[in-house]
């Protein structure tokens, strides 16, 4: 019974966007859900990197060199900042690292693909950046608090990231026809993988109908899909490139562009931990991990040094 008034009052909360906070009660499946959501966020922010810092060494200009240099920075502090909000809910970030090596934790699949050309870090900032906005403008909203405000700060910073992927894509595109064939390889190679990233369709989403009811999600995965394509169309043809999708057409009744049939086999097997990229971002995040552990070793010593100076004070 106890529960269930706990419940009765935790859904009217819900209902009247009142935030929940860290020490409010929740449902254990409402924490569950966020913890694996939240720690998944932050495994895409950081492993993220990866494909981007492949070409930091080849960037094209001391000017695209730097762009890019803050940008991977800003995804760091992104996962860190996502980390801090999954431990509000009770479990340490070391915990959330081991799931992710063991193969238990998720991240985004659209980071196992590689980068092969220069226009792939403007289709990635362009596209990729592109539906995170779509998808965490919408995550401002969720009913967590501490998910809800990381969220407004994470946004503020992406918007850099889609407009400085999308100045890569509109300079080749105008650029030799080489250039211009670079930047339609780069598009033709990370569309589908973008608009994956939104998750399955509605009906096929294990969590969306209990996290739209506890307003973890604010707009469901094609709701923010068809939104992300909406806006991108355009973009992409206005500087004169084509979509690798012949179904995709305006629909002047619905107000939408149709598209054609999402490859899931495709989805489920990068999931799974089958796509080009997965053995190698892992392999990375364990050997990164294991080098820098001396760094966090003098930073927790520091700390501890510090709080003990300040006790004996
Ligand atoms: N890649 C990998 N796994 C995915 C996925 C994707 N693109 N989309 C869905 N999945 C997984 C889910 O994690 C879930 O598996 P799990 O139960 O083992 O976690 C399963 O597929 C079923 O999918 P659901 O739609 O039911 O799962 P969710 O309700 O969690 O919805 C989501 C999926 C829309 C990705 C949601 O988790 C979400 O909004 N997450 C926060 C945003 C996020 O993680 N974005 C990743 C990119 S971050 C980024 O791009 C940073 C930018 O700066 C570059």
């Not at 690292?97 to 193969?103: F, N």
């Not at 993988?193 to 939104?198: E, G, K, L, V, Y």
């Not at 995709?248 to 054609?260: A, I």
């Not at 392999?283 to 300040?310: D, L, P």
């Amino acid at each position: 019974m106890e529960d269930a008034k706990k419940l009765e009052a935790f859904q009217a909360k819900i209902d009247a966007d009142i935030k929940i906070e860290p020490k409010d009660w929740m449902p254990e499946k409402y924490r569950q859900t966020l913890i694996r959501q939240i720690s998944q966020h932050a495994h895409s922010e950081v492993i993220g990197m990866q494909p981007e810092g492949n070409w930091l060494t080849r960037a094209p200009s001391l000017r695209s060199k730097k762009i890019l240099m803050a940008k991977i920075q800003d995804e760091a502090g992104h996962g860190l900042y996502l980390y801090c909000a999954a431990e509000t809910l009770g479990v340490k970030r070391e915990q959330f690292l081991e799931w992710l090596h063991e193969g238990k934790a998720k991240y985004s699949s659209v980071f196992n693909y590689p980068t092969l050309t220069w226009a792939d870090i403007g289709a990635i900032g362009w596209l990729v950046d592109g539906a995170a906005i779509v998808n965490q403008v919408s995550l401002q909203g969720t009913s967590y608090g501490p998910y809800s405000r990381a969220m407004v700060k994470i946004c503020m910073e992406e918007s850099f990231h889609q407009r400085q992927g999308y100045e890569i894509m509109v300079t080749l595109a105008n650029g030799t026809d080489e250039q211009k064939e670079m930047a339609q390889d780069a598009l033709n190679r990370w569309w589908w993988p973008s608009i994956m990233m939104f998750g399955p369709h509605d009906a096929d989403s294990a969590h969306s109908n209990q996290s739209l009811k506890w307003k973890i999600k604010r707009e469901s995965n094609d709701e923010l899909r068809q939104k992300f394509i909406d806006k991108t169309v355009e973009q992409g043809l206005h500087i004169g490139l084509t979509f690798p999708d012949p179904d995709l057409k305006w629909n002047e009744e619905k107000g939408h562009y149709d598209f054609g049939a999402i490859d899931w086999d495709e989805f489920w097997n990068v999931v799974k931990g089958y796509g080009a990229g997965n053995k190698k971002r892992l392999a990375h995040h364990k050997e990164a991990h294991e080098v820098g552990s001396w760094v966090r070793e003098a930073a927790i010593a520091y700390a501890n040094k510090k709080n003990n100076i300040q006790k004996s004070a």
